[in-house]
Nanobody, 125 residues
Framework: QVHLVESGGGLAQPGGSLRLSCVAS????????MTWFRQAPGKEREFVAA????????RYDDSVRYRFTISKESAKKTAYLQMNGLKTEDTAIYYC??????????????????WGQGTQVTVSG
């Protein structure tokens, strides 16, 4: 079992930045990808970014590529999502997840094995 706790959400102005953190505990993370999803009001939960815990391979949704950066700090069992150039359409609840699979399938919610509780990101101003 993997337990995930997100933090770092809040309010930002368009063009601003936020950094989300996801601290993991429990089972070893080496079999997993750490993934970020988001869900805006009235919309389905969608993939944002992923990083393979073993090796560091990354994947991004086109909507956030070149603005968001996913990273990890193995010693702290923590994954990060650095969000720059925020837009109002980035407003959502952001969820950290531990997923299994290969690069081509990792964006699917069906690959998620463990979810965090979510953290609200609001871009307004």
């Amino acid at each position: 079992q993997v337990h995930l706790v997100e933090s770092g959400g809040g309010l930002a102005q368009p063009g601003g930045s936020l950094r989300l953190s996801c601290v993991a505990s429990g089972d070893p993370l080496s079999p997993y990808w750490m993934t970020w999803f988001r869900q805006a009001p009235g919309k389905e939960r969608e993939f944002v970014a992923a990083i393979r815990w073993s090796g560091g391979t990354t994947r991004y949704d086109d909507s956030v590529r070149y603005r968001f950066t996913i990273s990890k700090e193995s010693a702290k069992k923590t994954a990060y999502l650095q969000m720059n150039g925020l837009k109002t359409e980035d407003t959502a609840i952001y969820y950290c997840a531990a997923s299994t699979g290969i690069w081509s399938s990792i964006a699917s919610r069906s690959r998620v094995r463990h979810w965090g509780q979510g953290t609200q990101v609001t871009v307004s101003g």
